[in-house]
T-cell receptor, first 115, second 109 residues
Framework: NAGVTQTPKFQVLKTGQSMTLQCAQD?????MYWYRQDPGMGLRLIYY???????DKGEVPNGYNVSRLNKREFSLRLESAAPSQTSVYFC??????????????FGPGTRLTVL | LAKTTQPISMDSYEGQEVNITCSHN???????ITWYQQFPSQGPRFIIQ???TKVTNEVASLFIPADRKSSTLSLPRVSLSDTAVYYC??????????FGTGTRLQVFP
């Protein structure tokens, strides 16, 4: 039981490049989330998915797109990376309804640097 | 929106009990209170969740007064490995997923 896995662990991009961050969970959870965490800051929600086939914007969605490929996988895409998107990205999942009352399980994170 | 307020940092020594308080004056009827712990370079980890009164698990206790406008996370007999950032979350919907900057706990030997 791996929990929540994320790939890659580290990535360096040049401004304007695109990439997709992958996330998968093996807990049969309905809800999945993408957060970003800037140095010394808390986590900010980018997008979330309350169920397979649905996605919704979080606090900071601009510059990102997501896909809930199936119940297990939730990907985050940067179409044209900018230095302001340099951050650590965390994926999480939870049972039941998406939201603050749900117990979330987090992945190990992807450390992204945009030059 | 149930905005939360926590101390920015706290210091303690090994073996002491640590209490971290979170204020949430606008908590709604359906809102639970959830605490997470985050070590450097790792994702947050769920510690405890409660609705009212007291909740205890193998890691911590959570005290919630009757008016639910605040809550206190209690870590008994902390060790160096409890050095981390602790986040208090309050709220039901996805719009309530605001981690804030948390409380940075430093435990000294």
């Amino acid at each position: 039981n791996a929990g929540v896995t994320q790939t890659p662990k580290f990535q360096v991009l040049k401004t304007g490049q695109s990439m997709t961050l992958q996330c998968a969970q093996d807990m049969n959870h309905n809800s999945m989330y993408w957060y970003r965490q800037d140095p010394g800051m808390g986590l900010r929600l980018i997008y979330y998915s309350a169920s397979e086939g649905t996605t919704d914007k979080g606090e900071v969605p601009n510059g990102y797109n997501v896909s809930r490929l199936n119940k297990r996988e939730f990907s985050l895409r940067l179409e044209s990376a900018a230095p302001s998107q340099t951050s650590v990205y965390f994926c999480a999942s939870s049972e039941g309804l998406a939201g603050g009352n749900a117990r979330q399980f987090f992945g190990p994170g992807t450390r992204l640097t945009v030059l | 929106l149930a905005k939360t307020t926590q101390p920015i940092s706290m210091d303690s020594y090994e073996g002491q009990e640590v209490n971290i308080t979170c204020s949430h004056n606008n908590i709604a009827t359906n809102d639970y209170i959830t605490w997470y712990q985050q070590f450097p370079s790792q994702g947050p980890r769920f510690i405890i969740q409660g609705y009212k009164t007291k909740v205890t698990n193998e890691v911590a206790s959570l005290f919630i007064p009757a008016d639910r406008k605040s809550s206190t996370l209690s870590l008994p007999r902390v060790s160096l490995s409890d050095t981390a950032v602790y986040y208090c979350l309050v709220g039901e919907g996805a719009d309530k997923l605001i981690f804030g900057t948390g409380t940075r706990l430093q435990v000294f030997p």
